[in-house]
């Protein structure tokens, strides 16, 4: 599989950087975990919509604020014959009021499916599995796990520490471990953010036995180097996401590591 990163900041978008948003591809796999804001800059719509399949983590605007742009994409391409099949969007139905408004879109050439934790999909060959996690009382939040020919990505979505040990024993032996770490050490008291630490997701990294950990939801404005300073107090091969980065999640197998490129 190949893992490509679409938007990697939060809580808003920058001329560089988007909000979280991670395109997973292989033969006959296309799927996109999350559609955060200004994300969809680094997707091809014109020709990436066939086929596509989108998972949304939890509503919260940094996670789904895009998806308009990809109904309306998914709706205009089909009218001039230029999309035959109806994307896929799978997505929490809580809170109420932003999934209604989401599944009722009049002008979408979509399917609407709702996230239940335990209810395992076939997507594309891929066996993608979730478990419920704790994050912030007004949504209902996912972990999500893609598993295919022998490879696993974990994306943790957005998650409280609470559920720290949850994530690490769902991500065990994962070939990459896709975790946000929204916050510093020196930023203090992640417990009043419901989010982790770099250090924390370093952490969950090694008890997972995770192959890989790849840091994501960055502060817009932080450095990033601090993020992976942080996180290898805990686990060792540790690699900052950015917009469109690639990570061959293949050549772990072959011995090669990771293999990322910038375009
Ligand atoms: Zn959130
Ligand atoms: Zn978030």
Redesign the pocket.
Known sequence: MQLKILGSVSPYAHAEGACPSYLVCDDGLKLLLDCGSGSHRFFDMKDGLEGLNIIIS?L?R??YNDIFNYLYASFTLHNLGLLKDRINIYLPDFPQNIYLDIINEKNAFAQFHTLKAGKDLEIGGAKVSFIEVE??KD?K?FATKIQKGGQCIVYS??ISYIDAPKLARFAQNADILLCESSLLCEHGFPQIC?HLTARQAGAIARQSGAKALVLTHFWPEEAREKYKAEAQLEFGNVILAKENMQILVGEVERGNGFLCREF
């Open positions: 939890h919260h940094d996670h994050h912030s949504v939040t979505g957005d419901n």
